[in-house]
């Protein structure tokens, strides 16, 4: 069968990284074979994010770009999914004339069906069906895993949540979590495919289980735990509102699980938090973060902001800085509120202007900048276990992650070169660069995949820079079944 061309543009979060990831090994089977040059494709998919209007727009902008591709090559076949092609629908087949599939966040499984049929009918097809339970997609690990450290995994779909200003709940459904069998067998699949860390995602992972009777989510992760050669556990994205003791304590008795923790606050002020309908407080969100430190005095919290909320006024936010202050974030994301459709806010009063939420938007983050500076200068000097994911993007055409394979066979000669720079992790999430001579790790083959000591020696702001020292033996409770 001749190989086709894919390409695969993916805009938004993790799960639509994983989901492309799903879409990809999918389309394998009917031989169809990723490229990154878009006037390759034979097949072009834009897997969407609806979450902001500015990544709304960006998908708009990406299609009117195809058309002229279309013309050139009338046998092309573009499809779109993903979460603004289950808020569209049909409107977009009207809107982009040069649309062959719009496919919605339920019908991953289904897209090689859909693709079959419309390259043999010539047709249009629109697939927004959404079901209550999440889909088993048969997990296929595949040549595509190869060389790969880091792999996230989803373990659950939707959101029953409803904050006012979310699309979520409309364009991925109603929450559902998937069994955890199909879980631990998928990362045994990964793990035995090279994969040392994955990346266990939801919208909630605190509410993982509940609807269904499954196991709790701290059970789930102690299982996982159990997967012979993992290393790192991480997840995201928690509500606040769910964070339970026992998750808490996971970070005390679950040795794979990493010590950093994304727990999105979204506003330090309870008036705007009650009108977000994030059914907690300021108060309680600080107590939940005590307990932690207190479990686990090294974790790393991040967070999500939203600034400019309908009816936020310089007091609300004036009480955000305050909480960043207290709070000392290692790290956090800040969004300009935009009207989602569904979304109850934006029929909420009292709009904050374009120029009051860039100015807010601004001053939140450079007072993030002071903090995120002195702490990243505190870590000078210290010596960080690193997972090494790869060489840097410097010394690698692609990606970090595969970047030695890709090194090893372009035949740049890995044992030769001395100071080779490379990249990965702290369990804190911080990204590290290092150098290491080739002569100290010549006989550590792969490199990637491993826990290694580094001596930081210098800050910046989204990175840290060191020295490797020496490879970090693994204790057996981490590697044992
Ligand atoms: N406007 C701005 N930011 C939003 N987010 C979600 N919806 C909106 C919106 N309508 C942000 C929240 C969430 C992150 C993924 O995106 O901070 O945590
Ligand atoms: Fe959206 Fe709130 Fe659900 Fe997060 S918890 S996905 S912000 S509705």
Redesign the pocket.
């Known amino acids: 069968m001749k190989t086709k061309k894919l390409y695969i543009n993916t805009i938004g979060c993790q799960m639509n990284v994983y989901d492309s990831e799903q879409i990809e090994k999918g389309l394998l089977s009917m031989n169809y074979k990723t490229t990154e040059y878009l006037d390759k494709a034979d097949l072009i998919l834009v897997n969407t994010c609806a ?2 209007e500015k990544a709304e727009q960006k998908v708009f902008s990406f299609l009117g770009r195809l058309a002229g591709l279309k013309k050139k090559n009338p046998g092309l076949i573009i499809g779109v999914g993903g979460c603004v092609a289950q808020q569209e629908g049909e409107k977009i087949l009207k809107r982009v004339p040069h649309i062959d599939v719009v496919f919605g966040t339920h019908a991953i499984s289904r897209l090689p069906g859909i693709i079959k049929r419309v390259e043999s009918k010539k047709c249009r097809i629109i697939d927004i069906g959404m079901s209550q339970k999440i889909e088993e997609i048969e997990t296929v690990v595949n040549s595509m895993d190869n060389g790969k450290v880091s792999s996230f995994v989803t373990i659950m779909q939707g959101c029953d949540n409803y904050c006012t ?2 699309v979520v709940p409309y364009v991925r459904g109603r929450e559902s979590s998937r069994d955890p069998e199909s879980i631990v067998k998928e990362i045994q699949g990964l793990v035995n495919s090279g994969v040392r860390e994955v990346t266990l995602l939801g919208q909630n992972v605190n509410s993982y289980g509940k609807k269904e009777g499954l196991c709790s989510f701290s059970e789930l992760m102690a299982r996982i735990s159990k997967v012979k050669g993992l290393l790192r556990i991480r997840f995201t994205t928690s509500h606040p509102k769910d964070l339970s003791d026992d998750l808490i304590l996971a970070f005390k008795d679950n040795e794979k699980l990493c010590s950093h923790i994304h727990l ?1 606050v ?1 506003s330090g002020s309870d008036r705007v938090l009650k009108r977000m309908n994030r059914k907690y407080t300021r108060g309680l969100y600080l107590e939940k973060v005590d307990k932690l430190r207190k479990i686990c005095p090294d974790i790393s919290i991040t967070s ?3 600034v400019g909320f309908p009816g936020e006024t310089n007091a609300d936010f004036k009480e955000t800085l305050d909480l960043i202050e207290t709070m000392k974030y290692e790290s956090l994301f800040a ?4 009207d ?1 459709p569904n ?1 109850p806010a934006s029929h909420f009063p009292h709009k904050i202007s374009d120029q009051e939420k860039k100015d807010r938007l601004q001053k939140l983050l450079d007072f993030q900048e002071r903090i995120k500076r002195e702490k990243n200068q505190s870590m000078v000097g210290s010596t960080q276990v690193v997972l090494v994911e790869g060489l840097s993007k410097k010394q690698s055409s692609g990606g970090t992650s595969t970047a030695e394979t890709q090194a090893r066979e372009s035949g740049t000669d890995v044992s030769k070169k001395a100071d080779m720079q490379w990249t990965g992790r702290t369990s804190a999430n911080k990204i590290v660069n290092f150098t290491a001579d080739n002569r100290l790790i010549s006989s550590i083959e792969p490199f990637a995949g491993n826990l290694v000591n580094i001596k930081i020696d210098k800050a910046f702001s989204h990175s840290l820079w060191g020295k490797y020292k020496n490879i970090k033996s693994i204790p057996l409770s981490l590697m044992a079944s």
């Open positions: 979450i902001r200003y979310c999105p979204q999500d902001f939203i969004f300009k509120y935009s989602r979304a």
